[in-house]
């Protein structure tokens, strides 16, 4: 007879699950009952941080959720970060863990791996938790995980099953039908309403963010109906193309951009919290939109926060704009001024390349010698110069390609999971998958070192470009330009080449564009993973030479 673990997988599989991250313990084995006769794929971390980040690369890429089996206790505590990260920026990732007995929850009795509550421990990083208290409530407890994912603003769902649940017979759970739910699609008064104000407006623009990935095309239509400049959160590069005329990039943190939206008079915010991390990187303050502003989001509460809106619209970013071209079609021709659009874009794309610094333009070097090597690649970053550097002057071909810690809620140690994640996320079969490029600091890189290993054994061929300037150099700077002294640093930076070989990775270091390629072309063949190791100054000394 099928225990509750047991179907928990078929009905996983039923989901489209084809990827689990986890580590097997005492109070999780009874989830791996049936995993070996599914047809999902189990990937072991060396950490249960590494599980979420894992499954939070995987989620980008792939774009439905990730998925980890976690223990009770240590686990939970150790995956909280990599839940806080994907709570952050909107990722779907379904955490199933074990749990007391019923009979012990909250008992305090010394059990191993107890907490007093562990659902309340994770409810801030987390759309919801809740405890299966009987193997009749687990096909309806799946169904509303994935009505998050599908119909809502996705984040991290936690469903607990205690111990006695997880052996309970269930087979009359069986055959269980997934149960999807639909995007909210567009209320007609409010899409009218939007289209007329846009259709009137002379200078619109559009701030697009990682709520509109889906939304490409319809948005690229309607950008150049309205012939409005579109600037993009990091996490939305490439809804735009890189090459596409009226996209003015991830700069709205630079003064020349904020000078472009104060000339707007009408700006439709999409997908966007309108935040901190992607409007304000410095942290000065001064991002200011004194046009009208519209908000279209698939969260009710986001579209009144940070900035108010003259008008709202809750709706999926992809169906909203489809309504409003359509709504649009049966409108007068947009009043757009004739000087507003690509010509006034090519002026600020020339403001902003006359403006770059010598150490911005030998990072930005280095990310666009990978993407000539390999045009396909995902660039996963970690808080490391170089990525905050991409932030501002790289741009993508297409969407997913570029995501990063270094926004949100801004871990360290992510990029080497999330890269192994997102290469097991990028294509449903094997061999179309992408490139995947870690990049990421020596500081960070020390986080989440034994990752490696884990690539190792599950032939993932990520690649490391380990960016190293011995020690927390931007932090460093912060703390001398805040006349602190710099105080823990300057850390002990080992030897990551032996470490990674030690680890059963490939390894190399590079000095210069020609040297950096080869190495890419020799990474990008093998079966498992590549650390490429750069040294800040000699990259720098080659790249100015």
């Not at 309970?168 to 759970?173: F, K, R, V």
């Not at 309205?226 to 009226?246: D, E, M, W, Y």
């Not at 996209?247 to 919290?273: N, P």
């Amino acid at each position: 007879m099928a225990t509750c673990g047991e179907v928990l997988v078929k009905l996983l599989e039923g989901y489209g699950v084809d990827h689990v991250f986890g580590i097997p313990g005492v109070h999780t084995v009874e989830l791996y009952r049936g995993l070996a006769r599914s047809a999902i794929r189990h990937v072991t971390p060396r950490h249960e941080q590494g599980a979420g980040f894992m499954a939070d690369g995987y989620a980008r890429t792939r774009g439905k959720p990730g998925v980890c089996f976690i223990i009770t206790g240590p686990g939970m505590t150790n995956i909280t970060t990599a839940m806080g990260q994907a709570y952050a920026d909107s990722i779907p990732m379904l955490v199933i863990s074990s749990v007391q007995s019923r009979d012990q929850l909250g008992g305090g009795r010394g059990k191993l791996h107890e907490l007093p509550n562990q659902g309340a421990l994770v409810a801030g990083v987390a759309a919801f938790s809740q405890t299966l208290m009987s193997a009749d409530d687990l096909p309806q407890v799946l169904a509303r995980a994935f009505a998050v994912f599908d119909g809502a603003r996705p984040r991290p769902v936690h469903i607990e099953i205690p111990l006695d649940v997880l052996v309970e017979p269930a087979d009359h759970l069986l055959p269980g039908r997934p149960v999807r739910s639909s995007r909210a699609g567009a209320a007609p008064q409010a899409v009218a309403a939007m289209a007329e104000r846009l259709a009137k407006a002379r200078r619109p623009l559009i701030l697009a963010g990682g709520g509109a990935l889906a939304a490409g095309a319809p948005l690229a239509r309607l950008a150049e109906h309205l012939h409005a400049p579109v600037a993009l959160t990091i996490n939305a590069k490439g809804l735009l193309p890189a090459s596409h005329p009226l996209q003015i990039g991830s700069t709205q943190s630079l003064v020349a951009t904020r000078a472009l939206v104060a000339e707007a008079d009408v700006v439709l915010a999409i997908g966007t919290e309108l935040a901190e991390t992607d409007y304000d990187v410095t942290f000065k303050g001064g991002f200011e939109i004194p046009g009208s502003l519209l908000r279209i989001d698939i969260d009710p509460d986001q579209t009144v926060r940070n900035y108010l809106p003259e008008l709202a619209l809750v709706a999926d970013a992809e169906l909203a704009t489809l309504a409003l071209l359509q709504a649009m079609d049966a409108l007068p021709a947009p009043s757009s001024d004739v000087s507003w659009g690509e010509a006034r874009v090519q002026r600020l794309r020339d403001t902003l390349a006359a403006g770059w610094d010598q150490p911005t333009l030998s990072q930005t070097r280095l990310l666009t010698s990978i993407l000539q090597c390999l045009p396909n690649a995902v660039l996963v970053g970690d808080s490391t110069q170089p990525v905050y550097t991409g932030n501002l002057t790289l741009d993508m071909h297409q969407p997913r390609r570029w995501f990063n810690a270094s926004t949100g809620y801004g871990t360290l140690g992510y990029a080497l999971p999330a890269a192994v994640g997102a290469w097991l996320g990028s294509a449903e079969r094997p061999a179309e998958r992408v490139p995947a490029v870690c990049l990421i600091g020596d500081g960070g890189l020390q986080f989440t070192l034994p990752e490696l290993a884990s690539a190792v054994e599950a032939q993932v061929p990520v690649i490391v470009l380990l960016w190293n300037n011995q020690g927390y150099e931007e932090i460093k700077k912060y703390m001398v330009n805040r006349a602190i002294e710099p105080v823990g640093v300057d850390i002990h930076t080992p030897d990551f080449i032996g470490v990674a070989r030690a680890l059963g990775a490939e390894a190399e270091q590079v000095g210069d564009v020609a040297q950096l390629q080869a190495a890419l072309g020799r990474a990008v063949e093998r079966n498992g993973p590549t650390l490429i190791q750069v040294d800040q100054q000699q990259w720098q000394a080659a790249v100015a030479g």
